[in-house]
């Protein structure tokens, strides 16, 4: 079932600017590659981000996790609404006319709001099937999400979506592994922890030793194989649609380059790339991307 209708008091025009200036301010690493898109697709991307940022800002920090438990639950009820032919805020119209155009199912809307919750109620995870699950809803089904708008022929395009989605997530929890952990929260598996003989009191205190080399090898290796699984998505996307994926594993990609060429030094700064560096990728992988042979990038 899709939106039969929009909000009538709310200009459809004015809804897609209100979810380009969220993304444009909020998306960062996404809005390059979102600028490979044609117009219409590009303004219906900008639309699911929003909604996905919506997600997020709606369990800001400030409040307990019973107020934030309760606006997800407002959020879903608004989703429903939604897709039921009731949008009731500019983002909503927006996804309303674009889950009716693209035929995205209301369920993976209903993932994102799972993955957000899952962040408030799961801190630690026991092994890599927990792990993939939560990244799949954070992660994966936005890239279905978005599959949905590029347009594909063949349904084994969504295995290769997920895997994609999966692998820039795994990047970011490399990434981020100190962050996440000064906020209460560690993504790596405990049992791989325990595999590799490195402790939550290690990651406390920032020791890089070689258990903890390890154990980021071994993470970061799992993520370049779904990074080469990931990229098999591309040559069953049309040439101007390939584009934004393609750029999106490139930038990634890059990233976790970086962190393996600093030897994982992620526990005293943050590595990222800089503008122009994305911007040189972005135009790089565009224009590989429309070449005839073009099946991926890293």
Not at 67 to 85: C, F, M, P, R
Not at 159 to 182: H, K, P
């Amino acid at each position: 079932m899709y939106p039969p209708t929009t909000n009538p008091t709310i200009d459809l025009n004015s809804a897609y600017e209100a979810c380009r200036i969220i993304t444009k301010r909020e998306a960062k690493n996404f809005y390059y590659a979102f600028l490979t898109l044609p117009a219409a697709k590009r303004r219906a991307i900008y639309a699911a981000y929003a909604f996905c940022r919506h997600c997020d800002d709606s369990v800001d920090e400030g409040t307990s996790t019973e107020a934030k438990l309760t606006a997800l639950s407002e959020l879903q009820t608004s989703l429903n609404s939604t897709y039921s032919g009731e949008a009731s805020s500019p983002v909503y119209v927006a996804l309303a006319d674009v889950a009716r155009n693209y035929e995205i199912p209301q369920e993976y809307f209903q993932e994102v709001i799972l993955g957000v919750e899952s962040d408030l109620v799961k801190d630690r995870f026991q092994n890599f099937e927990e792990l993939r699950e939560y990244c799949y809803r954070v992660a994966s089904v936005v890239g279905l999400i978005c599959l949905q708008i590029f347009g594909y022929e063949d349904d084994d395009a969504k295995e290769y979506a997920v895997d994609l989605g999966l692998a820039m997530q795994l990047t970011n929890i490399i990434r981020d592994v100190r962050e996440d952990f000064d906020m209460g929260r560690v993504y790596l598996p405990q049992d791989e922890m325990a595999q590799f003989g490195y402790s939550e009191e290690d990651l406390k205190n920032s020791v890089r030793n070689q258990a903890f080399l390890d154990l980021m090898n071994f993470q970061s290796k799992r993520a370049r194989e779904y990074f080469d699984r990931g990229f098999k998505l591309l040559p069953y996307l049309s040439r101007r649609s390939r584009a934004c994926p393609a750029v999106l594993g490139a930038l990634y990609s890059k990233v976790l380059d970086r962190i393996e060429s600093s030897e994982y030094d992620v526990l005293e700064s943050r590595i990222s790339l800089s503008k122009a560096e994305k911007i040189g990728i972005t135009a790089k992988t565009w224009l590989g991307s429309m070449l005839p042979l073009f099946s991926h990038l890293r």
